[in-house]
């Protein structure tokens, strides 16, 4: 079974949105990543840090969905990070209130051994130094190398994040983000610049607007379904990258095509995602139910009928 | 061969971009949409009105595609709809500078007795009471009405607009007028609120981010082609409506899989109409151009694996 290593937060979120509000609810792009990628028949591990205030409910949700959590350091007398925001009417944008890094402010990540030659490797959103460490454990270079990373990194850390880009596979990130990243306003052209960095393909998410995936010469688009309601876009984002990586690491083969049923993957297992608050749906979501919605995607933009 | 009649202005339009400026280029909705249906095997006609500074040059462009102009009262001494705008940095959002009404202040549109039974109707932007007289005009009811409105009219004369909204098949709006029309946010909601009022179809325009198709209980999304640049998005919707409604006009036979057709179409004649500024690119684009671009949309967002 093909193996699946995770580096990213654990960490305790409150969300306020116009539709409801949680004072505490597990997040942490880790979590969320885990619990999408639990859906494909791999064997997944975190890398990550919490506080000894991190609960043993959230840890048992983990491991029964086979998560190996031995690289999670639990840090004694420590606290779990903690992030708290508000979403505004429209739900696209959000004001962060809180942002307490607590154990995550000295994290230092330790790959166990057992995950040393994972095939699918998924660096979440952090340093980029904790990225390089990271990659730097590993005994054999992971046949797909995937990471996110964020204007904050971009801006404050270019350096280290331009030698981060030159080891990995696929970048994952925002259309704002590609903006400022590539200096470049078209996403065809942030996605060229990027690729001239040396990622081998380019995914750019576009939220409610769906995410593409680049690489040289060649572009798919994946919708995001049109939905009733969102309750909460929190974590919708690792949600469609937690199910693109659990794709690609069952599928055991890696090409343009089987990232273009990777990024259907996450972004039929991101429209649970938002359908409540925090992690709340993806705890509760059965594999059935994820397949059952696969065929919206087919159905949303495939055409049948001859063009001309 | 079926006949589109298309009801809108013809206008010229001072535009700047970032990219570029036109003192003069030809505009207006029914220039647009006549240009983009002029790609189907259809015969098409216009019923606009313009001043006697309207340029012989520009009627030619219209004849030379066959296009039908009996219905296109020139008034002497009148002036030509004025339309100016500036585009802002990123493409999406303009200001308008001027709006001259000039001859449309008067506008009565008087339908040509060779299309009064016209099989398709395309009812572009104006005043609910015109798009009304010129429905009341139609010897036979078409096979599909098709409307396009803003939220000036949603605003300033929504009894009259509600009595279109129930005559007509195809509602095609953008996003945000959408939203105002309906009262509802999400874009789901929204269609199933303006089905309510009368349309079979609600096509819901997003720009760079594409377009949905709805009936009851079905949703279709057309992208919008990833471009290098863009370089004047005025005139891309008409051209979408002016594509969509060509199509299902040469096509003779209307459902929802040929809507969606119809959609693609429309998106793939939009994606050359921003190429250049006004109706440049339109007015040089040879069908076979616009034909080889189709299969980019397959590639786009097909995916062949299975998801199982």
């Known amino acids: 079974m093909s193996k699946l290593l995770v580096v990213g937060t654990m960490a305790y979120d409150a969300i306020e949105t116009p539709f409801g509000k949680t004072e505490k609810t597990l ?3 880790a979590s969320y990543i885990a619990l999408a990628a639990s859906h494909f028949d791999i064997e997944i591990g975190i890398v990550s840090v919490v506080g000894d205030d991190f609960e043993q409910k959230h840890l048992d949700l983990m491991t029964d969905r086979q998560v190996n959590l031995s690289g999670v350091e639990i840090v004694k007398g ?7 925001g508000r979403y505004h009417n429209d739900m696209n944008t959000r004001d962060t209130l809180v942002t307490d890094l607590n154990t995550l402010a000295d994290f230092s990540p330790l790959v166990p051994e057992s995950f040393q030659e994972a095939e699918i490797l998924l660096l979440g959103n952090l ?10 454990q590993m ?3 992971p046949n797909l190398v ?3 990373t964020m204007n904050y990194w971009i801006e404050n850390t270019p350096g280290q994040l331009e030698t981060v880009l030159g080891r990995i596979d696929v970048l994952a990130i925002n259309d704002e983000e590609a903006r400022q990243l590539s200096g470049e306003y078209s996403l065809v052209k942030a996605a060229e610049a990027i690729l001239a960095k040396g990622p081998k393909y380019v995914i750019i998410k576009k939220g409610e607007h769906g995410a593409l995936l680049f690489q040289k010469d060649q572009v798919f688009f ?3 379904l049109p939905l009733e309601e969102v309750s909460d876009p929190t974590g919708a984002g ?3 990258a937690g199910g693109l990586a659990g794709y690609i690491a069952a599928s055991r083969h ?3 095509d089987r990232l273009k049923n990777a990024l259907i993957h996450g972004a039929n297992l991101a429209s649970f995602c938002v359908e409540k608050l925090g992690t709340e749906r993806m705890e509760t979501l059965t594999s059935e139910e994820a397949k059952k919605r696969l065929q919206s995607f087919k159905d949303l933009t495939h055409f049948t009928v001859e063009l001309d």
């Open 27 to 29: 997040g942490g792009s």
């Open 78 to 84: 420590g606290k779990t990070f903690f992030w708290s």
């Open 127 to 136: 340093h980029p130094a904790i990225q390089i460490s990271v990659l730097d």
């Open 139 to 141: 005994k054999k270079r």
């Open 146 to 148: 995937i990471l996110d």
């Open 222 to 224: 994946a919708p995001a």
């Open 238 to 240: 690792d949600t469609f």
């Open 254 to 256: 890696i090409s343009f």
